[in-house]
């Protein structure tokens, strides 16, 4: 090292202080740019999951959507009519994978009726021999009310419960329906849909699409559905004034024996909407059926096996590939804000929202 | 020149790959939580294979650094710099090394596939756990933070070095010719 006598003063000292607390402060501002913190305005996982709590209350240790449901335990079995047009492993000739999933309805409140809304969700996760994975979320209705992430957020302040009422705005939710023509077949649907008195009727859709991958290296766009094996309604219904029937409806069907879904594949042809969950695809496209989901066991999510996992939609084992619908990306980055926010609750990580003490 | 005076040419190469990537990663790492269109998807595909790289960067580097001691600090470095500035190193090191195993661990704990990409995928190292994924995200957030406050404070000082003091310790790393 040089003498410290060798040295001469440098020149223009405050200047070279200057350029110092500019690198530093330049380099702070770009990952507070970056970061989010000097950008409020942009849309992040952070402000969807605010809103979906903004509407529904902070339920710790819960889904910020979806949160009541069960977990489903089975396997999935290949018919092995799909491995012409996808690689996955799971999908080749006499296949058994086995499957934890979940059944679920939508909304934000853990304790809200199971006739709230008519909708029902069931995700999937497939667990691979070689330790890959896939992971599906898929709801009982023909399309998604929006396109974008943005408009879903959109679609969440629009229809916040007015404290006074309790219920959304007819004029703001109204105002945003006519800013959103996409909306227009799935409004068409729910005026009619009605509470279904059973998970295991449904037919649940992927809704976005996806892309297969053959062997060959060719893509398909696809989307899936579920589609139950005995779609029958049952004994007619709920008595009046249950709102759990749903859980004890499936613990009674598995009480006789497994049920089951055919996982069909609906192949798009060319100008079908890849990247636009709003719109219907024809009823005459291709469907092959990819094989058979067999639930035989359920459990309640408190201390399930689907408790801690998240249903992100872009986890894919080799031979199936996210489209360019926007809404795949948006649902991975949300879900995995609310999986941080639920899984450090559970740790009680100091600082998080914790359950009331119960009375 | 004096070599003793400098890196080993090696620990120079290392260390600006390193920043470039370690930087990188952070500001990938920052931008990818807080988006939800398609960037999100690439920023991610970037994070973990880099961030393995980073890893096995930093044990090289880690070994190299225990074989190969660096020039000292000047005498005459007052000696709270010269503890902040080793304190500060190791810091460095510690992180380059624990946060790439954190997001190891912690996708291993949420029972993620731990994809590299290109069909590469490792194993887990943790048993799946729920709550263990809730301490091990918000570490990787919280550390990533102290990782960019210690990269602020690294940079600072060495500039410090080069434009205040003058005193060799930025030319120590950048191989450049040292002011007389």
Request: hydrophobic residues 45%.
């Amino acid at each position: 090292m040089h003498e410290p006598e060798n040295r001469r003063p440098p020149a223009h000292t405050a200047w070279r202080w200057a350029l110092i607390g500019v690198a530093v402060v330049g380099a702070a501002a770009a990952f507070g740019y970056v970061g989010g913190w000097l950008a409020p305005d942009r849309l992040t996982p952070k402000r969807i999951i605010d809103a979906l709590q903004n509407n529904a209350g902070v339920y710790p240790g819960y889904r910020r959507n979806h949160p009541k449901g069960v977990c489903v335990m089975g396997r999935f079995e290949s018919s092995g009519a799909l491995s012409p047009y996808s690689a996955a492993q799971l999908f080749s000739p006499g296949t058994s994978t086995p499957v934890v999933g979940r059944l679920a309805i939508p909304g934000g409140n853990p304790y809200a009726g199971d006739s709230s809304a008519p909708i029902r969700s069931f995700a999937l996760r497939f667990d691979m021999a070689d330790g890959e994975q896939w992971r599906t979320g898929m709801n009982a209705m023909p399309v998604f009310p929006v396109t974008t992430a943005k408009s879903f957020y959109d679609l969440q302040v629009a229809t916040h419960p007015d404290p006074a009422t309790g219920k959304p705005d007819p004029q703001k939710a109204g105002a945003f329906f006519s800013a959103h023509p996409e909306a227009g077949p799935f409004l068409a649907w729910i005026k009619t849909a009605k509470p279904s008195a059973s998970y295991t009727t449904e037919t649940y859709r992927s809704l976005n699409a996806f892309y297969l991958r053959d062997k060959a290296g060719q893509k398909h766009a696809v989307r899936w559905q579920v589609v139950p094996e005995h779609p029958e309604t049952g004994d007619g219904g709920p008595a009046a004034g249950d709102t759990d029937y749903l859980a004890a409806d499936l613990a009674k069907r598995l009480g006789q024996g497994p049920v089951r879904w055919h996982l069909q594949m609906i192949l798009a042809t060319d100008g079908d909407p890849i990247d636009d969950a709003t719109k219907i695809w024809p009823d005459d496209r291709q469907v092959v059926d990819a094989g058979t989901v067999v639930i035989d066991r359920m459990e309640a999510q408190a201390n399930g096996p689907c408790r801690d996992v998240n249903y992100d939609p872009t986890i894919l084992p080799q031979g199936i590939e996210v489209s360019n619908d926007p809404l795949l990306v948006a649902r991975s980055a949300a879900y995995a804000d609310s999986y941080r926010r639920r899984t450090t609750e559970e740790a009680h990580v100091p600082g998080t929202a914790q359950p009331k003490e119960k009375q | 020149m004096n070599r003793a005076d400098t890196f080993h040419p090696f620990a120079r190469v290392l260390h600006w790959l390193m920043a470039i990537a370690i930087l990188s990663m952070l500001f990938i790492g920052a931008g990818m939580v807080t988006s939800v269109e398609s960037k999100h998807a690439w920023l991610l595909a970037i994070h973990r294979p880099l961030g393995m790289t980073i890893f096995v960067l930093a044990l090289i580097r880690l070994g190299f650094r225990l074989a190969h001691p660096p020039p000292p600090l000047p005498a005459d470095l007052p000696e709270w710099q010269k503890l902040a500035a080793h304190a500060s190193h190791w810091l460095l090191y510690a992180l380059m090394i624990a946060m790439p195993l954190i997001g190891w661990g912690m996708l291993s704990a949420g029972n993620y596939p731990v994809t590299l990409g290109a069909g590469l995928r490792l194993p887990p190292i943790l048993p799946a756990d729920g709550p263990l994924f809730g301490w091990l995200r918000d570490a990787h957030r919280y550390l990533a933070w102290l990782f960019f406050l210690t990269f602020l404070a690294h940079m600072g000082a060495a500039l410090m070095h080069g434009l205040i003091r003058r005193d060799g310790v930025l030319q120590s790393m950048t191989g450049g010719k040292p002011p007389v």
